[in-house]
Each structure stands twice: as C-alpha cells, then as structure tokens.
C-alpha cells in the first residue's frame, strides 16, 4: 500500500460519495445506497480482522474472501438477489476508486462475481386498469382543486412517456414544448433526452399550466414544472402517495408505484408493435438488454391469454 495520511471513514466515504457524484454521475438515492454497502463491508473487514479497525485498516484488509464472506452474511440474512446484486456493484466500484486514488495498489474485486438478480417479472397494469387510473384523477379534478387537476398531468406524463418519476419532478417548464408534445428530462447518469407524449398529455398538460400552476406557485417557486401545495418543487413522495390514493379507491385494480406505471407504458407500446430499440431511447435505457425484460412481460401476457382462451392450451 502506498504511504498517505490515514483517513477516518466519514472521510474515506465522502470522498467515494464525491467521486460517485462527479465523476459516475449517480443519484443520490444510488449515492446512500453505496455508502451504505460500502460502510457495512468496512466493518464487515474490521471484524473479520479480529476487532475494531480503523478505515485504512479495513481498506487494507479487503480481499476476495473477505468480500465473498460479506455477500454470503447478506444472503443468511435474507437480503433479496436485486439487494445483493447493488451490494456487489457497490463494492467493485469502492474497489477500483480506492486502486485508481492511491489508497490500494490492488482491486480485491476484479475477480468478484454478481450475485444474478430473480427472474421476477415487473408488474404491469393492463391498458383497461390504466385508462380507470387516468378517469379516476380526472374525476376527482373536478372539484377544482389545483393539486387534483396536477395529478392528472402528472399521471398522463408519467404513463404517456414511460419517464422515471425522478425525471418528472426534476423538470422545469421551459422543458416542456407543447407544440411538439415533447418534454425534456435529465436521466440516470445526467443523460438528456427529449420524450414525445400524446394528446391526453398534451391537454392535461396546457390545462395545468393555464389553471393549476398558477395557483399553486408562490415567490420563489422557481421554474418547476409541477408544484406542492405549499409552491415548492414537487416531490417523488408526493407523487407515490397520489398514485396509492387513486388506485387504493379502484376495485379490481392492484397497488402500483410510479415505476410500475414506466413498466406499464413500455409493455403496452411493445403490444402495439413497437421495436424495442425505439422503447429503449424513449425509456433512457443505456443498454438494450434492460429494455429486454418488457418483452418477457409481453410474452408472459401471451401465454396468460394462450392458456385462458385455446381450447388445446
């Protein structure tokens, strides 16, 4: 190891944060996430040193068994595989970063294998329970409420473009251009993209910009596209409580989150005979084999209708 100052771990783990941030692009939910991970592995180290270690200490005792060791103490625990997976991406990104810095003349995870995620298939409203969704916000937006009138913008965007809800709330006004129904978002790893949208997005969109947003910004609400009640940028939360709330008065229609209606939205356009390179650039997909899940939910829904209608099935 090379000579340098030993650092204490809320320092080792900010740096990494820095360079997440920085230079990887991340968000800041992956930003906790990894720091998470990459401080229960310290420990995990300091402890299979034999006692209380300092960072340096840990760093330098991580090798492939050690790091094998802590995702094998994950799985006795019963962390799922999507859990275990991010833990490994995790500590292979903490490994090189510490080789590249200067604080290992090694990467201990070169040789690291992922734990494979579980074949589960994302859940997928069909079109019937998405348009009772949609009827059911624009109901309620009836009473006039600001906020009732946005959530049925917020919903149309977020099934009629297939964008991440984090997407959605970073998005300013002047991202937005009606006249081509095209909406601008900053994606995973601060990659831009223009999304089309269709008509239902387009109207429930100009109406929020003409009656509800009005009345909900304040001084100093700044260029956001959608607000809180109280003026401020709105917020994933927000948006994950209004979608419980709708779909928790709808009989026959299961609980979803806004990712689940990203899942819908690309299935559905998959149904309707769209190419899958074409979903993977709508989407932000950096890889196509992401976007190749969709089509094992298409499938899936097939042999459903297969087994339920052919007399020989």
Not at 67 to 96: D, I, K, P, V
Not at 170 to 182: I, N
Request: hydrophobic share 40%; net charge positive; aromatic share 4%.
């Amino acid at each position: 190891m090379p000579e340098r100052s030993p650092e204490a771990q809320d320092e080792l783990l900010e740096a990494f944060a820095q360079h997440l941030r920085a230079e990887r692009g991340r968000s800041e939910h992956t930003v906790r996430a990894y720091l998470g991970d990459v401080g229960d592995l310290l420990g995990h180290a300091a402890r299979a040193a034999g006692g209380a270690q300092g960072s340096a200490e840990a760093l330098a005792r991580l090798d492939l068994a050690v790091l094998r060791a802590w995702l094998a103490e994950g799985s006795r625990r019963g962390l799922a595989r999507s859990t275990l997976a991010r833990r490994s991406a995790a500590a292979r990104t903490f490994t090189a970063w510490a080789q590249r810095s200067g604080r290992r003349t090694d990467d201990p995870a070169l040789r690291l294998r992922a734990p494979r995620r579980a074949g589960e298939l994302p859940q997928v409203l069909r079109a019937e329970q998405v348009a009772a969704l949609l009827d059911a916000a624009a109901q309620r937006a009836l009473d006039g409420d600001p906020v009732h009138l946005q959530d049925v913008a917020v919903l149309e965007v977020l099934y009629g473009t297939g964008c991440r809800v984090a997407e959605l709330v970073g998005a300013d006004v002047d991202d937005l251009d009606l006249g081509r129904r095209t909406l601008r978002v900053l994606g995973k790893g601060s990659r831009e993209r223009v999304i089309p949208f269709g008509v239902p997005a387009a109207e429930a969109l100009a109406a929020h910009l003409s009656r509800s947003r009005p009345q909900l910004a304040r001084e100093g609400s700044g260029p956001a596209l959608f607000l809180g009640r109280r003026g401020s940028r709105l917020g994933q939360r927000q948006v994950r409580a209004v979608l419980h709330a709708l779909l928790g008065s709808l009989e026959e229609v299961p609980d979803t989150s806004p990712h689940g209606l990203r899942h819908s939205a690309a299935t559905h356009m998959l149904d309707g005979g769209a190419d899958l390179r074409s979903v993977q650039e709508l989407l932000g997909h950096a890889t196509l084999s992401t976007t190749q899940i969709y089509t094992h939910v298409s499938v899936e829904r097939l042999r459903r209708s297969y087994r339920q209608a052919h007399p020989r099935a």
